[in-house]
Structures are given as structure tokens and as C-alpha cells.
């Protein structure tokens, strides 16, 4: 139980190009999901918490305008990063609040997005 | 708020040695604790947690954890490295109740024959 899926894996594209990633959770709703980047050798950042039908709560530093998070279900949340430039290529790590208990999170295997 | 320190960003260990993995915290509320391991190219699974129940944690892949509070400390240890046990090792702090974790700059475990 508790599986957490990302979609795609690994996408490649064109600075200015708009890419969406995709974060589900498969046999749980998720009133919660978190958001993470992690550079190379780096910890994971928080961008974003996102909660189901309101807007996300940003970290500071984080251009709410760049990356859209939208929670439109209890399984789906979707990171959009828009006109991506070389600087935002990164892995990309979601992950869902447990129903059961607050303080755990379940995440995803995560996205590795190169910008050319 | 809360931080998390790891000591050592990289540890390497001999087969069937004892691994040690550091982690001081501070925190302006009780805190809640974790443990998780990240392989190359994946998310992060969660190896063990302390919600304020027994201070020494027990974990998956024979991993536990003691919460020392005087010593604001909550580090990893395993009796016997495994070879599968090399990969990145991540720390986390949330405040009690709440579910926003603040990461360490993880430790990198190498087991060597």
C-alpha cells in the first residue's frame, strides 16, 4: 500500500517550453502532497504544498507564476514548469500526506527533467 | 523552525561493520523525526520515524534510531552493513503535529568488501 507514482520519469525539452509532471497517488487519496526539487548531491527543497481544491502554498523563493500546482483530486496533483529555462533542470520529487497519520509522507520515484 | 544537521556527508563502511549516520536537529517545538534512504535515480523511502512514543526507533532493513533529547540527537545505526545498504541517507525534522519536513543534506553510505 501507500504507492505514489510520477509520470513521466524523465523528460528532455527546448527552453520555453511549457512541461507538466504528474504526481498520483494509487491506493490512498491524498488530501496533501508536497512538492520537492533536488539538485545534484543536494537535499530535497520544498516548493510547494499543495491542498486538495485550494491554491498551493509556495515557499519562499519559489515563483508561484513559474511553477503552477494544480490538486484538482484526492489522487492527482500536477507541477507545471512553465517557459522552463537551463536553470530548471532538476529532479522533481512529489510526495502525499498519509490519510492516516499527519506526520507521514509517502513519495514518489520522482522526475528528472533536463532543459536544452 | 527546525534544521537538520548531518555530520559527514559521506561514510564508508566495511561489510558486516557497524554503520553509524549522524543527525542533530533543532527545533522550537517537539519535533517529529525521520529517517529515509534514497536510491540513485529514486524517491525516498521512509526507513524509520519518531512521533514522541519510545525513543529508540526500529526500522525497516534492521536500522534504528535513538531520539536523545538532551543531546538533540536522533542518529541511524545498523549492528551490520549490508552491501545493499549503500545509498543516500536523508534526515528530516516537522514540528509535532504538523507535516511540512525540513531535509539534511543527506550522508552518502559506501559498504566495501
Known amino acids: 500500500g501507500a504507492v505514489v507514482s510520477q509520470h513521466p520519469s524523465w523528460v528532455i525539452c527546448k527552453s520555453g517550453t511549457s512541461v507538466k509532471i504528474e504526481c498520483r497517488s494509487l491506493d490512498f487519496q491524498a488530501t496533501t502532497m508536497f512538492w520537492y526539487r533536488q539538485f545534484p548531491k543536494q537535499s530535497l527543497m520544498l516548493m510547494a504544498t499543495?491542498?486538495?481544491?485550494?491554491?498551493?502554498?509556495?515557499e519562499q523563493g519559489v515563483e508561484k507564476d513559474k511553477f503552477l500546482i494544480n490538486h484538482a483530486s484526492l489522487t492527482l496533483s500536477t507541477l507545471t514548469v512553465t517557459s522552463a529555462h537551463p536553470e530548471d533542470s532538476s529532479f522533481y520529487i512529489c510526495?502525499?500526506?498519509?490519510?492516516?497519520?499527519?506526520?507521514?509522507?509517502?513519495f514518489g520515484p520522482g522526475t528528472r527533467l533536463l532543459v536544452l | 523552525a527546525q534544521s537538520v544537521t548531518q555530520l559527514g556527508s559521506h561514510v564508508s563502511v566495511s561489510e558486516g561493520a557497524l554503520v553509524l549516520l549522524r543527525c542533530n536537529y533543532s527545533?522550537?517545538?517537539?519535533?517529529?523525526l525521520f529517517w529515509y534512504v534514497q536510491y540513485p535515480n529514486q524517491g525516498l523511502q521512509l526507513l524509520l520515524k519518531?512521533?514522541?512514543?519510545?525513543?529508540l526507533v526500529k526500522g525497516i532493513n534492521g536500522f534504528e534510531a535513538e531520539f536523545k533529547k538532551s543531546e538533540t540527537s536522533f542518529h541511524l545505526t545498523k549492528p551490520s552493513a549490508h552491501m545493499s545498504d549503500a545509498a543516500e541517507y536523508f534526515c528530516?525534522?516537522?514540528?509535532?503535529?504538523?507535516?511540512?519536513?525540513?531535509f539534511g543534506t543527506g550522508t552518502q553510505l559506501k559498504v566495501e568488501l
Open positions: 519518531y512521533t514522541s512514543a519510545a525513543t
Open positions: 510526495s502525499a500526506g498519509s490519510p492516516n497519520n499527519q506526520e507521514t509522507q509517502y
Open positions: 527545533s522550537s517545538v517537539p519535533p517529529y
Open positions: 528530516a525534522v516537522s514540528g509535532s503535529g504538523g507535516n511540512k519536513l525540513t
Open positions: 499543495s491542498n486538495e481544491g485550494s491554491k498551493a502554498t509556495y
